[in-house]
């Protein structure tokens, strides 16, 4: 048996902006179920034959002013007769006024009563297309959708064959993610399939074993624990700024940031975040990033992250002084000035240990 499916009526009411005029005790439960939408004239008029109270509602001009042409107590048996056939709720287009009696008739009844400014025929074919996009079949395939100029592109295959590092490659290019890993495809109509991404794993994207680390950790009380930890965005994230501070941040700095990590680090794992220690390491820490900022390309394939590239408006690289060629910015007679002081204190600790004596 086909399984089959539903949507809110609250969705139906929020995505098509209706407005509540009255609003029934189950409105919150109530599921529609078809696509199929009416016009209740012949029902209105008497004629119940093949009425189907699941179906959409809807009011038009032409249905307000033949019931506003009645008799008053015509009008109102033709109105309870309706609002108690079943339906849950009813949707008057164009804007129209509400009968009193469709009022005081859905309230007894408990049945939602909504409107919409749009004429009767622009929202019935609105409301169907969302309903079949709603409502129809639909099955998860496992694989990378992409948009490709224009047209949808499916990129299928066993599990780590590169799918993903595919898609990157065609993301570079320009080209659109839609959907990876899990692709849901729907059947709108009978020529047509619409995929898209689940809502739980939509704008995210898996690279096979990025980010996957595999430890032994100490706890705070001492025991050994094992780990696994999966962060994709984060490991990406965190090798991109370590690539960026490598031509922002001087080495003496960098150094002691690397010292400072570790504690930080501590810090966090145990649960000391509301101290003032770690206040201290944040502002050292925001204040020797200001100058951290720039433009990181990286490669990611079968869990590497590769630097591909690097640039920042604050740089400390530059490549004719660090070339160590013949110019103006450096000047290669400084070296053996340097080299003797730098070597002084080795030079002099070799000469002076000669004369000690033996040590075992």
């Given at each position: 048996?086909?399984?089959?499916?539903?949507?809110?009526?609250?969705?139906?009411?929020?995505?098509?902006?209706?407005?509540?005029?009255?609003?029934?005790?189950?409105?919150?439960?109530?599921?529609?179920?078809?696509?199929?939408?009416?016009?209740?004239?012949?029902?209105?008029?008497?004629?119940?034959?093949?009425?189907?109270?699941?179906?959409?509602?809807?009011?038009?001009?032409?249905?307000?002013?033949y019931?506003m042409?009645?008799?008053?107590?015509?009008?109102?048996?033709?109105?309870?007769?309706?609002?108690?056939?079943?339906?849950?709720?009813?949707?008057?287009?164009?804007?129209?006024?509400?009968?009193?009696?469709?009022?005081?008739?859905?309230?007894?009844?408990?049945?939602?009563?909504?409107?919409?400014?749009?004429?009767?025929?622009?929202?019935?074919?609105?409301?169907?297309?969302?309903?079949?996009?709603?409502?129809?079949?639909?099955?998860?395939?496992?694989?990378?959708?992409?948009?490709?100029?224009?047209?949808?592109?499916?990129?299928?295959?066993?599990s780590?064959?590169?799918?993903?590092?595919?898609?990157?490659?065609?993301?570079?290019?320009?080209?659109?993610?839609?959907?990876?890993?899990?692709?849901?495809?729907?059947?709108?109509?009978?020529?047509?399939?619409?995929?898209?991404?689940?809502?739980?794993?939509?704008?995210?994207?898996?690279?096979?074993?990025?980010?996957i680390?595999?430890?032994?950790?100490?706890?705070?009380?001492?025991?050994?624990?094992?780990?696994?930890y999966?962060?994709?965005?984060?490991?990406?994230?965190?090798?991109?700024?370590?690539?960026?501070?490598?031509?922002?941040?001087?080495?003496?700095s960098a150094?002691?940031?690397?010292?400072?990590?570790?504690?930080?680090?501590?810090?966090?794992?145990?649960?000391?975040?509301?101290?003032?220690?770690?206040?201290?390491?944040?502002?050292?820490?925001?204040?020797?990033?200001?100058?951290?900022?720039?433009?990181?390309?990286?490669?990611?394939?079968?869990?590497?992250?590769?630097?591909?590239?690097?640039?920042?408006?604050?740089?400390?690289?530059?490549?004719?002084?660090?070339?160590?060629?013949?110019?103006?910015?450096?000047?290669?007679?400084?070296?053996?000035?340097?080299?003797n002081?730098?070597?002084?204190?080795?030079?002099?600790?070799?000469?002076?240990?000669?004369?000690?004596?033996?040590?075992?």
């Amino acid at each position: 048996m086909a399984q089959s499916y539903s949507v809110s009526l609250d969705t139906i009411v929020r995505e098509h902006n209706l407005a509540i005029v009255n609003r029934a005790v189950d409105y919150d439960r109530v599921q529609i179920t078809t696509w199929e939408v009416s016009r209740p004239g012949l029902p209105l008029a008497g004629f119940y034959d093949y009425f189907d109270a699941t179906r959409v509602q809807i009011i038009g001009k032409l249905e307000i002013t033949y019931l506003m042409d009645m008799r008053p107590e015509t009008r109102s048996r033709s109105i309870e007769r309706f609002i108690s056939s079943g339906i849950r709720f009813c949707i008057v287009a164009h804007g129209m006024d509400i009968p009193p009696e469709m009022l005081s008739s859905a309230q007894r009844h408990q049945v939602t009563l909504l409107t919409t400014e749009h004429s009767t025929s622009d929202f019935m074919a609105k409301l169907i297309v969302s309903l079949n996009r709603w409502l129809a079949p639909r099955t998860t395939m496992h694989g990378v959708l992409m948009e490709v100029h224009g047209e949808g592109v499916m990129i299928t295959g066993e599990s780590g064959v590169g799918k993903s590092e595919n898609a990157m490659a065609l993301l570079s290019r320009g080209h659109r993610l839609v959907a990876d890993d899990a692709i849901e495809v729907k059947r709108t109509a009978p020529d047509t399939l619409v995929g898209s991404s689940p809502e739980l794993i939509r704008y995210f994207m898996e690279i096979r074993g990025i980010g996957i680390i595999d430890i032994v950790e100490n706890r705070l009380v001492g025991m050994k624990d094992r780990g696994v930890y999966e962060t994709p965005g984060g490991a990406i994230l965190y090798k991109a700024i370590n690539v960026l501070e490598t031509i922002t941040l001087d080495k003496e700095s960098a150094h002691f940031k690397a010292q400072l990590a570790q504690k930080y680090a501590d810090i966090v794992y145990n649960g000391q975040w509301f101290t003032p220690l770690r206040e201290a390491l944040d502002a050292f820490a925001n204040s020797l990033e200001k100058t951290v900022t720039g433009d990181v390309k990286l490669k990611l394939y079968k869990g590497n992250m590769i630097n591909a590239g690097v640039t920042s408006p604050f740089t400390l690289y530059d490549e004719q002084t660090a070339s160590f060629g013949v110019d103006k910015d450096y000047d290669q007679s400084d070296a053996t000035g340097f080299i003797n002081l730098f070597g002084l204190s080795i030079k002099e600790r070799a000469k002076l240990s000669k004369n000690w004596p033996e040590v075992k």
